[in-house]
């Protein structure tokens, strides 16, 4: 008898506990969990959006498998990815450190930084498209840059950045970082604020110089605000595509092509809904694949 | 605890409750469209109608083209389709569309009073959205849609440009035309611009010099798989990009431009030569109304075929064959269509009217556009179409080709492989 | 000799610093001062004028685009979408975080692990389903289920914020408030939340953000042009404008204003979040 007022206590105490998590959960299997079975359902069909579905088992996956495109964009999102964790956060991460010293304009900075984060991403394409253009009239370069260029005596820099492959993938990365670095900024500034001060005295006592320093305390009491700050930029890079159709439209070809873009295309240019919902599972696979990983090298870093 | 449990049960009683669409009024018609330069003609002439006769039209738009496409689509699925609405996509969707009972057949409306619809507009903006009997989508034959409007894609030249170069008429031939953009090249003026960014209009370009080279019989024989894209006609289409590169011909990033900025670039006279549809008129007296310009087919390479221009309905409107207010919507597209209103739209739109005898009274460039429809085809009115995923394989095979990465033959090749892909799956 | 040396390095670090800050400072500021500068120009004028600073002002340009452009139905769309987003993200992420954190049931570590996943796997491909949903839900073409849609869409990362923020939480106030009897919705309202103003500017700045900009999803669940947010009008607005440069600039500077001046008075709070273990650690 006693166990049973037990358990029914129990019961009542999880039961309460639970409609904590409720609203969230409702919301999440309605909006989240419910499409996503919709979606996995749909990729083993073909379907052209309307008219009868065509059960196809899992012929999208084996033809998405040989689709040298889709690799090739996936490749392409990790060079964006790659270029991201480097160049954006290698800046992010100079600029917090300068600034933390400086105390004057810190505030400035800290909210000029974050200007381009907060910009939408429709607004951005638009203005280095116009920054970027290629044209000339009257014998004058149109875009800014290669005026800029051709002004201050480098006219043999003068390029068509997003129109030649080579350079277009790394122009479109390096606007997606200019346009992300801010985030990055004040992770790694509010991270060099937690280090204890007297960390550095210590370090300054013992003869370090600035370099000693700097591998021997910031960098290892960073680490866990490096790996997250490096996790979310690989999931914010490989899932980027409103900035690249701002900017190059339907792409250089497929030069510049990612997996959202190659989902969408399936979708709208050939009317293929099913392929585009295999494609969509494949990449979601990859990313919890990447995730997974990151979690583990996160986990072994906590314990050094 | 019993706090929250009340709290949540308001809150789900708040989201069922608070939510549904009140019942249609039949007093009222809904209408989709993409057209963000129409929809204050539109709303104009959906106040008059209802002044005339009462009934409410609601007039949503849904821009961009391509997103609007996609929630067509997922308003068929949700069976939530608007009582008229268009369909933007490739003729084998909407025989899809027509088979799946979502719109209706006009053919008798059309037909009526001695066929006295039908006959008020231009046939070949009537044929796409007509299926003709035989047709290959296993469709009933019939009318299907109701045009609003006419267009059609031609080549245009600046004037000006073209007299600071030394240039005293337009080209009529190709080689005239790769002559021409040499010398204006040596004033310093680009030759060409389009916006080959978006795919369909590389593919009408293309197609266009396509029935020049080898005439209609030899495409359609392609696309049913007979003759093959390695053939020497083909070659010889990937080859007229290939020219136009080596020459210097097209403007710098045409592959990347959208249409819209390919607009702006001839507007403000950075080329002298443009490919575009009749639509520009409007987009160019808005940008520069002292363009001095003029139209003209693109110029053939050879006089063995025609050279076909793209030419038919612009935009068409279909009625929702489940909707209650079926006859409302079509005695409100047949007053769209009538003479007066077409002149009205087409005033203010600059647009080519669909209704024949509105043509009187368009601007004078727009006349010009209207002299190449009698020539025109289009995708649209074939008896069939290639199958998408080739149509994406080539037009990206010609923007490969125009940045220099790959030449005529391995494009080629690669369609090929493509087409032979495609055709063992077995399509439906 | 050796103190001037210091003092001189001293002077061209700090030198070499602000350069290098005001150099980047530059690049970020520049965007948002193009786009004033083509707003204050006139369309003969915007391409062909190469000036930094245009010779006439034309600030009729942003009048156009609050009247003609619908602009002020759009703004406070997307101001009550934003405000009501936010609020809602706040009150259930963070009662969801701290029953992850604090209690205990059957299919906790289950659940959470879901929502971690569902930040990894976007869902681009599941638009057509979404739409037959809410159709059927009625919620179509509806603020409230286009509120529902996007609160579910800043679940995830908010609850990860919160959860992070809530671990780290000392448990002492807690454990006095719970011996004084109050119950567990009153230590989340009472105690938790207060202490957790950090995160929560850290969860303010994210979704407001997210909502500010977002256009997909308010395309394909609203119809009505009198439910839609700022980003989806500027899309009608390019479309219809984009002969209109200055008058488009104009509307766009416009809609960039708001947040950044929500970050502006957000910031220390977020930098404090942020420091304090909601995101970092």
């Known amino acids: 008898m006693d166990q049973k007022a037990k358990n029914v206590t129990i019961f009542k105490d999880n039961l309460q506990n639970f409609l904590f998590v409720f609203p969230a959960f409702a919301i999440f299997c309605v909006f989240y969990i419910y499409p996503f079975y919709k979606m996995i359902n749909l990729s083993f069909y073909d379907w052209r959006g309307i008219g009868p579905m065509h059960f196809i088992g899992i012929a999208n996956y084996k033809e998405l498998m040989g689709d040298h495109l889709w690799w090739d964009s996936i490749g392409h999102a990790g060079y964006i990815t790659l270029i991201a964790l480097t160049f954006q956060n290698a800046l992010a991460f100079a600029l917090a450190i300068v600034c933390d010293r400086e105390i004057r304009m810190k505030r400035f900075y800290r909210v000029i930084f974050f200007i381009p984060p907060v910009l939408s991403e429709v607004v951005v394409g638009l203005i280095w498209n116009w920054i970027l253009n290629p044209e000339m009239q009257n014998g004058q370069n149109i875009g800014l840059l290669n005026h800029f260029l051709y002004t201050s005596g480098l006219p043999q820099m003068v390029h068509n950045w997003l129109g030649d492959p080579k350079t277009a993938l790394t122009t479109i990365a390096i606007v997606h970082s200019w346009k992300g670095f801010g985030w990055g900024f004040i992770m790694f500034l509010a991270g060099l604020q937690t280090i204890d001060k007297q960390l550095y005295e210590a370090a300054r006592v013992d003869g370090a110089g600035a370099w000693k320093t700097f591998m021997n305390v910031t960098v290892p009491m960073m680490l866990p605000v490096i790996l997250v700050v490096a996790i979310l930029t690989i999931l914010g890079s490989m899932q980027v595509f409103v900035l690249i159709i701002a900017m190059v439209n339907e792409g250089l070809v497929n030069h510049t092509d990612v997996p959202v873009t190659r989902i969408f295309s399936a979708m709208q240019n050939t009317n293929r809904f099913g392929y585009a919902c295999s494609e969509a599972v494949i990449f979601g696979m990859i990313l919890v694949c990447i995730s997974f990983i990151m979690k583990r090298l996160s986990d072994k870093a906590k314990q050094v | 605890m019993r706090k929250l449990v009340i709290l949540y049960s308001c809150l789900i009683l708040a989201v069922f409750a608070g939510c549904s669409q009140p019942p249609k009024p039949s007093n009222k018609i809904i209408l989709w469209h993409w057209m963000t330069d129409r929809n204050d003609t539109f709303q104009k002439l959906a106040q008059e109608y209802k002044q005339e006769t009462g009934i409410e039209v609601d007039i949503q738009l849904f821009a961009p083209s391509d997103a609007y496409s996609q929630k067509i689509i997922a308003a068929a699925q949700a069976n939530v389709l608007p009582d008229i609405y268009g369909i933007l996509d490739k003729k084998s969707i909407v025989a899809d569309f027509i088979k799946a009972g979502l719109v209706a057949d006009l053919t008798n409306d059309m037909g009526a009073n001695g066929s006295q619809w039908e006959n008020s507009l231009f046939d070949k903006a009537l044929a796409d959205r007509r299926f003709d009997a035989g047709n290959i989508y296993g469709v009933t034959p019939g009318i299907y849609g109701v045009p609003i409007d006419v267009t059609n894609e031609q080549m245009l030249y600046n004037k000006k440009l073209l007299a600071k170069a030394g240039i005293k008429t337009p080209p009529e031939t190709f080689d005239e035309f ?97 490919f575009n549809g009749s639509w520009c008129v409007n987009v160019y007296h808005d940008m520069n109304p002292n363009l001095d310009y003029g139209v003209m087919p693109p110029p053939p390479m050879n006089t063995s075929y025609p050279l076909r221009i793209w030419g038919s309905a612009g935009s068409s409107f279909v009625v929702n064959a489940g909707s209650p207010n079926k006859d409302k919507a079509i005695a409100f597209l047949k007053w769209l269509t009538a003479k007066q209103q077409q ?65 005529p033959l391995q494009v080629a090749q690669d369609v090929q492989k493509v087409k032979d892909f495609q055709s063992s799956k077995g399509n439906h | 000799m050796r103190v001037n040396r210091y003092v001189f390095w001293g002077m061209t670090k700090s030198t070499l610093s602000h350069v290098f800050l005001m150099s980047v400072a530059l690049t970020c500021m520049f965007p948002l001062f193009w786009m004033l500068r083509c707003a204050l120009m006139s369309n003969a004028t915007v391409f062909v004028d190469q000036a930094l600073i245009p010779h006439h002002l034309n600030f009729g340009n942003f009048a156009i685009a609050w009247t003609k452009g619908n602009f002020a139905v759009y703004f406070l769309n997307s101001v009550i979408y934003t405000v009501c987003v936010v609020s809602g993200i706040v009150l259930i992420s963070s009662l969801a975080a701290f029953a992850f954190s604090r209690l205990k049931f059957p299919g906790k570590n289950i659940i959470f692990y879901l929502f971690v996943a569902a930040m990894m796997i976007p869902l681009p491909g599941s638009f057509v389903a979404l739409f037959v949903l809410m159709t059927k839900l009625h919620l179509i073409n509806t603020r409230f289920g286009y509120i529902l849609c996007m609160i579910n869409v800043g679940l995830s990362m908010s609850i990860l914020i919160f959860k992070t923020f809530f671990d780290k939480m000392p448990h002492d106030l807690e454990d006095a408030a719970r011996i004084d009897g109050c119950s567990k919705i009153g230590l989340w309202w009472h105690v938790a939340m207060p202490l957790a103003r950090p995160a929560i500017a850290v969860v303010v700045i994210f979704n407001s953000l997210s909502v500010w900009n977002e256009y997909i999803l308010a395309f394909l669940l609203l119809g009505d042009s009198r439910l839609m947010p700022l980003q989806r009008g500027l899309m009608v607005f390019q479309g219809a404008n984009s002969t209109d440069y200055p008058v488009l600039m104009a509307g766009l500077t416009m809609a960039a204003i708001p947040i950044i001046m929500v970050y502006l008075f957000m910031q220390k709070n977020i930098v404090k979040g942020l420091s304090s273990g909601a995101v970092v650690g």
């Open chain 2, 178 to 274: 790769i002559k021409d953009s040499q010398m204006l090249k040596r004033v310093g003026i680009t030759p060409f611009v389009s916006g080959w960014g978006e795919l369909w209009l590389l593919d009408c370009f293309a197609s266009n010099y396509a029935f020049n080279i080898m005439g209609e019989e030899k495409i359609f024989a392609t696309f049913r798989g007979e003759v093959k894209y390695t053939d020497p006609d083909w070659i010889k289409v990937f080859s007229l990009f290939a020219g136009l590169r080596d020459k210097g011909v097209l403007i710098d990033g045409i592959v990347t431009k959208g249409n819209k900025y390919a607009e702006q670039d001839f507007a403000l006279e950075r080329a002298a030569f443009s």
């Open chain 2, 343 to 407: 002149v009205e739209l087409s005033r203010e739109t600059n647009n080519l009217p669909s209704n024949k005898e509105a043509l009187l009274g368009v601007s004078p460039i727009l006349e010009e556009f209207a002299k190449g429809m009698d020539e025109s085809t289009h995708p649209n009115i074939w008896p069939l179409n290639e199958d998408p995923s080739v149509a994406e394989a080539f037009d990206k095979g010609i923007q490969d080709i125009i940045i220099g990465d790959k030449t």
